[in-house]
């Protein structure tokens, strides 16, 4: 018989075991966010606590984000994957997704990053993808529907325990969203 020893997880976060996939980590958000300027900040209920037993090649980070915006702000705005030990904005930005410009336009929309482990080493290595689908077709959240990024990160110490992961943003002057819902996940750990 095999046994598990669950990790310690903050509020919020929750550890379940798959059968043929490892440990899976999920959080996700209890109240809407509103973010509205240019400083960068961490979206609540994305943070990921890494067991114990550590990333592993394969694993996957995924974020999906359902956005709401208002007619202010026409920016691109930048959302980024961060690694680190403290759990916060703090945290080093890793794998990083600038969205195309939007328009001066409301609109509804659905953000969802994915990223897969490389390698795990003191030089690992983490690809992602940005997908922003929206109900405009060329105004709102961006100028194209959909919009896609893929982003490579430059090789960094991932195989540390107590490491966490976070989805931060900073959007364009004058922008304004409120994330009305969030859904993290770290499976095959």
């Given at each position: 018989m095999v ?5 310690t ?7 379940e ?8 980590v ?7 966010q ?6 960068r ?8 606590l890494?067991?114990?037993s ?8 995924k974020?999906?984000?359902d956005i ?6 026409t920016?691109s705005?930048v ?11 703090a945290?080093?930005?890793?794998v990083?997704?600038t969205?195309i410009?939007g ?14 482990v490389r390698s ?6 983490v690809?992602?993808q940005?997908t922003l689908?929206?109900?405009?077709a ?7 529907n ?14 540390g ?6 989805l931060n ?17 770290l499976t095959?750990?």
């Amino acid at each position: 018989m095999v046994t598990f020893a669950e990790p310690t997880l903050l509020p919020g976060l929750k550890s379940e075991i798959n059968p043929g996939g490892g440990l899976e980590v999920r959080n996700f958000s209890v109240a809407a966010q509103n973010i509205a300027d240019t400083t960068r900040v961490q979206v609540i209920g994305s943070q990921l606590l890494v067991p114990a037993s550590g990333l592993k090649v394969g694993s996957k980070i995924k974020f999906v984000l359902d956005i709401t915006k208002t007619a202010a702000g026409t920016a691109s705005a930048v959302f980024d994957v961060a690694f680190g030990t403290a759990g916060t904005v703090a945290d080093t930005a890793r794998v990083s997704f600038t969205k195309i410009a939007g328009t001066g336009v409301g609109d509804v929309g659905r953000l969802t990053i994915e990223c897969v482990v490389r390698s795990v080493s003191a030089t690992g290595v983490v690809v992602g993808q940005m997908t922003l689908q929206h109900s405009l077709a060329i105004t709102g959240l961006a100028t194209q529907n959909p919009v896609s990024v893929v982003t490579i990160s430059s090789g960094f110490d991932n195989d540390g325990q107590e490491l966490f992961i976070g989805l931060n943003a900073t959007l364009g002057a004058s922008d304004d969203y409120t994330i009305q819902k969030v859904e993290a996940s770290l499976t095959g750990v």
